[in-house]
Each structure stands twice: as C-alpha cells, then as structure tokens.
C-alpha cells in the first residue's frame, strides 16, 4: 500500500519543476501544471503505494492499476514528453505498439485531438482497461487491436508476472519471460501475433514501439517489407536480449539504409534497456 509520511522537501521540489520546467508544461501549459500537481501531491504522500486507482489529466480520465506504475508512467509520457513529435498537419496518423492501460494513447489525443491512433496492446487485462480508457473518455479515430506484433502472423506465448495486472513488462520474448519468472508469480498464456507492416499501407507519421524485447523482429520485418519508408518518425524502446546480442546494431544499421537518422535518449544499465528516436528527414 505504500507509507503515509510526511512529503519531504525534496519531493516537493521535484514536483514543482516536474509541474513548471517541463516538456509537459511547455507543451500543455498551466492544465498540465494543474493536473500533475494533484496527482504528485497524492503519490507523494503515499509513497510507493500499489493500489489502483484514477487519475486525471488534460480533460481525460484514465483508471489504472497500480499508483507507482502510474506516476512512472506520467513522468515518461507527460513530463518529460518521450513521444512529442512535430506532425505536418492537424490530423497526424499515429500507430501506438504497446499501449497498456493507455496513458500515451491519451498524451496523442491531447496533442493532437483530430488525430488518428491505431492502438496495439497484447495483454488481455490492460487491453480491457485500454477499451474502458477509450470508450470513457470517448475517443474518436482510434483503433484498438489486442494483439502481439512479431514476425510473422499467428499465436506466441505471452509471459507476464501473474500477481500483477497490466504487468509493464510482459513480454513474448522467451529469456525475458525467464527474468519475469524469477520474481515469482509468473503466469503465460498463448496470444494473437501480428505483422505491423500490414497496418501501414499509407505515411504513418509517427510509430511508438514498446514491445519488452520483439522490437528487433518487428522492425526486421518492418524493413524487409519496405513499409519503413511510409514511418516518417518513430520513438523505440529497446532491450538488451540474449537471443540477439547485436540486434541494436543491426536495427540501427538497417533503419540508416532506409534514410532514417537516429537519435539515442537514454540507457538504463539495471533494466537493461534504452530508447532512440528515428526520424526521416524532409525531402
């Protein structure tokens, strides 16, 4: 449930810049500001707590599972803005792999509400609370799809951690399925797998792709197909994988030959992983 201590100064102090001296703010102003405030203040004095709840931001209302997921979640999509990007109009195409329970599905519509989303997610107790997000909310121009992206077309084994529901590191990837398994609790099931390059038979103008693990088979496949070159820009989250000690470099070398240039944020040497923004330059 988390502590009922006293919020501390420094806390304090990091809400306020995260509130006042972000891309967050910069993007969204004072609503932002507003919302983030009521929602940290609440985290602050129950630090650590795993119990669900509301929240909400922007004029939008989203149920989650588990507080500190949620204010991680927050932090990675509104304050610090991981999937801003500059659309060419008012009405950009927007494919969101890896959505959860939906918080970036939400920061899309909040920067750009005409936009169209089509929203992936493969675990069956987030992609519920992903359809409550949306229908609730009433989202217009989204799509929902509760799928795995992999290779090819068919089933996968999805490993996720049973004692926690819309889990953020479930994963089709086998060696960190077995990391999962090691905190005990671990459940699997068999789940639909998708291709993603069939979704992009027009210009997406931005792709989000979190998939714990599958992001070098899905870009592979995105290559081979030569739907990359319809993505004008896209944000990655990768991981280190045992099965693919070079898929990095390799995704990298291959978005390159595409015309792509890359841009890498961050690395997380404990949870072995990293983001990278590509993008294709205006020709």
Not at 273 to 276: C, E
């Given at each position: 449930?988390?502590?009922?201590?006293?919020?501390?100064?420094?806390?304090?102090?990091?809400?306020?810049?995260?509130?006042?001296?972000?891309?967050?703010?910069?993007?969204?102003?004072?609503?932002?500001?507003?919302?983030?405030?009521?929602?940290?203040?609440?985290?602050?004095?129950?630090?650590?707590?795993?119990?669900?709840?509301?929240?909400?931001m922007?004029?939008?209302?989203?149920?989650?599972?588990?507080?500190?997921?949620?204010?991680?979640?927050?932090?990675?999509?509104?304050?610090?803005?991981?999937?801003?990007?500059?659309?060419?109009?008012?009405?950009?195409?927007?494919?969101?792999?890896?959505?959860?329970?939906?918080?970036?599905?939400?920061?899309?519509?909040?920067?750009?509400?005409?936009?169209?989303?089509?929203?992936?997610?493969?675990?069956r107790?987030?992609?519920?609370?992903?359809?409550?997000?949306?229908?609730?909310?009433?989202?217009?121009?989204?799509?929902?799809?509760?799928?795995?992206?992999?290779?090819?077309?068919?089933?996968?084994?999805?490993?996720?951690?049973g004692?926690?529901?819309?889990?953020?590191?479930?994963?089709?990837?086998?060696?960190?399925?077995?990391?999962?398994?090691?905190?005990?609790?671990?459940?699997?099931?068999?789940?639909?797998?998708?291709?993603?390059?069939?979704?992009?038979?027009?210009?997406?103008?931005?792709?989000?792709?979190?998939?714990?693990?599958?992001?070098?088979g899905?870009?592979?496949?995105?290559?081979?197909?030569?739907?990359?070159?319809?993505?004008?820009?896209?944000?990655?989250?990768?991981?280190?994988?045992?099965?693919?000690?070079?898929?990095?470099?390799?995704?990298?070398?291959?978005?390159?030959?595409a015309?792509?240039?890359?841009?890498?944020?961050?690395?997380?040497?404990?949870?072995r992983?990293?983001?990278?923004r590509?993008?294709?330059?205006?020709?």
């Open positions: 449930m988390g502590d009922t201590t006293p919020v501390t100064p420094g806390r304090s102090l990091r809400a306020i810049r995260s509130a006042f001296r972000s891309e967050g703010f910069r993007l969204f102003g004072m609503r932002f500001a507003r919302d983030y405030l009521r929602f940290a203040w609440r985290a602050a004095w129950r630090w650590g707590a795993t119990d669900a709840g509301t929240l909400d922007l004029g939008f209302r989203i149920d989650y599972f588990n507080q500190s997921q949620a204010l991680f979640f927050v932090h990675e999509v509104f304050v610090n803005g991981l999937y801003a990007f500059v659309a060419r109009d008012a009405r950009p195409r927007i494919i969101d792999c890896g959505a959860n329970v939906g918080m970036s599905t939400l920061f899309f519509k909040a920067l750009y509400p005409a936009s169209s989303v089509i929203v992936i997610e493969p675990d107790a987030a992609f519920d609370r992903l359809s409550d997000t949306v229908a609730r909310n009433r989202l217009q121009e989204v799509t929902l799809i509760n799928a795995a992206l992999g290779e090819v077309d068919g089933t996968t084994m999805l490993y996720r951690d004692s926690d529901p819309g889990c953020l590191i479930a994963t089709t990837t086998r060696s960190r399925g077995e990391t999962i398994q090691g905190r005990g609790g671990t459940s699997s099931e068999q789940v639909p797998a998708i291709r993603l390059s069939p979704l992009i038979s027009e210009p997406v103008d931005f792709l989000k792709l979190d998939v714990e693990g599958a992001e070098y899905v870009l592979r496949e995105l290559v081979a197909a030569n739907a990359v070159r319809r993505v004008r820009q896209m944000v990655v989250e990768y991981h280190e994988v045992d099965a693919e000690p070079s898929g990095l470099h390799q995704t990298v070398d291959a978005l390159r030959a015309g792509m240039k890359i841009e890498h944020l961050a690395f997380d040497q404990a949870a992983a990293g983001v990278f590509a993008w294709r330059p205006p020709s």
